[in-house]
């Protein structure tokens, strides 16, 4: 976009646009930092075997989401994809949780892989567009930082919950913020029409 002119735009102006869809991200790497940091000490906790399975298959299905639905957000909205996402992530937090064998932690990372591929850029498109043409960039910056703070407060947080509740209860964890990230998604305006 070519520049026109217009002032700066001051950064907490732009946190304050952008604060939803960041937090939505957020919340939903909550999900992906569980699985990355502590689905290895679950394993072992339940004595199964091939945990590197887990973040093969998650790798492989948040590749193919993204292969496949590369455009979704752009042609549906942000919106609608994060919510479709979200709620896809979450079911594979609660098999992640409650599943009593690996298969069922298998097919919990593919649904959270799946799930959490798109919701980076189903989040970020909602967050550009909270700004003008013009303040994009210092828009997406602001909506990245969350994810940033995410990666910092969720693995001590999820050590904590591991600590005193068991490695299953972090997936319990990812499944709450999960749903908490589909609550402000739902509360996004509508920006694109079918």
Same mark, same amino acid.
């Given at each position: 976009?070519?520049?026109?002119?217009?002032?700066?735009?001051?950064?907490?102006?732009?946190?304050?646009?952008?604060?939803?869809?960041?937090? #939505?991200?957020?919340?939903?790497?909550?999900?992906?930092?569980?699985?990355?940091?502590? =689905?290895?000490?679950?394993?072992?906790?339940?004595?199964?075997?091939?945990?590197?399975?887990?973040?093969?298959?998650? #790798?492989?299905?948040?590749?193919?989401?993204?292969?496949?639905?590369?455009?979704?957000?752009?042609?549906?909205?942000?919106?609608?994809? !994060?919510?479709?996402?979200?709620?896809?992530?979450a079911l594979g937090?609660?098999?992640?949780?409650?599943?009593?064998?690996?298969?069922? !932690?298998?097919?919990?990372?593919?649904?959270?892989?799946?799930?959490?591929?798109?919701?980076?850029?189903?989040?970020?498109?909602?967050?550009?567009?909270?700004?003008?043409?013009?303040?994009?960039?210092?828009?997406?910056?602001?909506?990245?930082?969350?994810?940033?703070?995410?990666?910092?407060?969720?693995?001590?947080?999820?050590g904590w919950v591991?600590?005193?509740?068991?490695?299953?209860?972090?997936?319990?964890?990812?499944?709450?913020?999960? #749903?908490?990230?589909?609550?402000?998604?739902?509360?996004?305006?509508?920006? =694109?029409?079918?």
């Amino acid at each position: 976009v070519p520049a026109n002119g217009a002032g700066r735009l001051p950064f907490y102006a732009v946190i304050h646009r952008v604060w939803k869809p960041g937090l #939505g991200l957020a919340l939903s790497a909550v999900s992906f930092v569980g699985l990355a940091g502590f =689905v290895v000490l679950l394993f072992k906790e339940r004595s199964w075997q091939n945990a590197s399975f887990v973040m093969t298959l998650f #790798g492989a299905a948040y590749i193919a989401a993204r292969l496949l639905f590369a455009n979704a957000p752009d042609q549906y909205g942000g919106k609608k994809v !994060a919510m479709v996402s979200l709620i896809v992530a979450a079911l594979g937090q609660a098999l992640l949780w409650r599943g009593e064998e690996p298969l069922w !932690a298998f097919a919990g990372a593919v649904l959270t892989g799946f799930g959490y591929s798109l919701t980076f850029p189903a989040f970020g498109v909602e967050a550009v567009k909270s700004v003008e043409p013009q303040h994009k960039g210092v828009a997406l910056g602001a909506y990245v930082a969350f994810f940033d703070l995410s990666l910092a407060v969720t693995a001590p947080l999820a050590g904590w919950v591991a600590g005193n509740f068991g490695y299953a209860a972090i997936y319990l964890f990812g499944l709450i913020a999960c #749903g908490i990230a589909f609550v402000l998604a739902l509360q996004i305006k509508n920006s =694109v029409r079918i």
